[in-house]
């Protein structure tokens, strides 16, 4: 297949694309470089430097490249920063994905995949419970709201796009995640464990409790999960990417320290305001069983760690 991954210099797009390279498909990465790396991008993929909002840009490119599937990676992805600029993210998010839905439609692009999330759609997850698809969408930050939004233009689209696939993911976390967002805890708490420094632990109700619980998903089941969606093997139009499983934020730190020995100094601080205090979704039944937390880990280290040697 001929496929166009938006944000393929990013964290997850990157991943994507070169699974996608490496199955013998022809890729083609359409990616501003606004958080993404030229350097991610891998080998065997066209690299094409664009913001997904440029209707020109967008038209030449599904023009000249002729695509058989779109996945949809590129976002404005902070949270702080829709909360902040809530037209830019909704020009992102909302905008660049009505673009990429009307040049594929004009295009007669078969299959469609879109990066959601899970995370900032449900709200809290009550203790005991995981956020199951259908469940009532109750998106509290601009981005939730934007990426919801998204999902519902991507559903309208389906038809004169034949197949489309929505995917929610958890927390991702994995090789290439960059340690300096606000989010991304596995690869803040890897980079400062490297350094010796201290790590911090905001609390889900108060300092000191522990802090709050995520699902945390490895990079390559999201990638398995795209896999999936663009060969028609999901059954559902909207699937959960997750493990199921809550991991406070106090015992993912010390499963890193298991690698690393203990942190030098562990700072307690109070709960960050908007942070959800559980987030925990019920898996996709069409996806493979979820990669072990401690398995993943140990990839997600690895590759830190040979990044420090070279
Ligand atoms: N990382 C997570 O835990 C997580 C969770 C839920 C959903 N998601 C979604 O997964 C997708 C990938 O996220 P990520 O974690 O890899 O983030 P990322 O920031 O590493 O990747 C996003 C990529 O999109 C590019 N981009 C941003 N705006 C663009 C624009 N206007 N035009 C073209 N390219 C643009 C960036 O340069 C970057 O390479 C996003 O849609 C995000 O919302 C991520």
Redesign the pocket.
């Given at each position: 297949m001929r496929v166009i991954v938006?944000?393929?210099?990013?964290?997850?797009?990157?991943h994507v694309a070169e699974a996608l390279c490496a199955t013998g498909h022809h890729v083609y990465v359409?990616?501003?470089?606004?958080?993404?790396?030229r350097e991610?991008v891998p080998d065997g993929a066209v690299f094409v430097e664009?913001?997904?909002?440029?209707e020109a840009l967008v038209e030449d490119l599904f023009r000249d490249v002729r695509p058989d599937a779109v996945v949809?990676?590129?976002?404005?992805?902070s949270v702080t920063v829709s909360v902040r600029e809530p037209r830019r993210d909704a020009d992102?998010?909302i905008g660049?994905t009505v673009v990429l839905l009307e040049a594929a439609r004009r295009h007669g692009v078969a299959r469609f995949v879109f990066?959601?999330?899970?995370?900032?759609i449900y709200g809290e997850v009550p203790e005991g419970t995981r956020a199951e698809i259908g469940w009532p969408e109750r998106p509290e930050s601009p981005?939730g709201i934007g990426?919801l939004a998204a999902e519902h233009y991507v559903r309208a689209a389906t038809g004169p796009i034949p197949h489309t696939a929505i995917l929610?993911?958890?927390?991702?976390?994995g090789p290439?995640?960059?340690p300096h967002?606000e989010?991304?805890v596995v690869a803040i708490f890897t980079e400062r464990l490297l350094d010796g420094a201290p790590v911090t632990i905001y609390g889900m109700a108060e300092a000191g409790d522990g802090g709050c619980v995520r699902d945390y998903?490895f990079v390559g089941d999201?990638v398995d999960a795209n896999l999936a969606a663009l060969a028609g093997r999901l059954a559902a139009p909207v699937v959960h990417v997750a493990t199921g499983v809550g991991t406070r934020t106090s015992d993912l730190l010390a499963a890193l320290e298991r690698h690393f020995g203990p942190a030098s100094q562990v700072v307690h601080a109070p709960p960050r305001p908007g942070d959800l205090g559980r987030s925990v979704l019920a898996p996709c039944p069409d996806l493979a069983a979820p990669t072990p937390l401690d398995e993943g880990l140990a990839a997600t280290v690895a590759w830190f760690r040979a990044q420090r040697e070279r």
């Open positions: 938006t944000g393929g210099a990013g964290f997850i797009g990157s359409l990616d501003d470089l606004s958080t993404g790396r991610n664009g913001d997904v909002r440029d949809h990676q590129a976002a404005q992805t992102v998010n660049g990066a959601s999330t899970g995370g900032a981005y990426k929610r993911y958890a927390n991702v976390y290439r995640q960059d967002g989010a991304g998903v999201v």
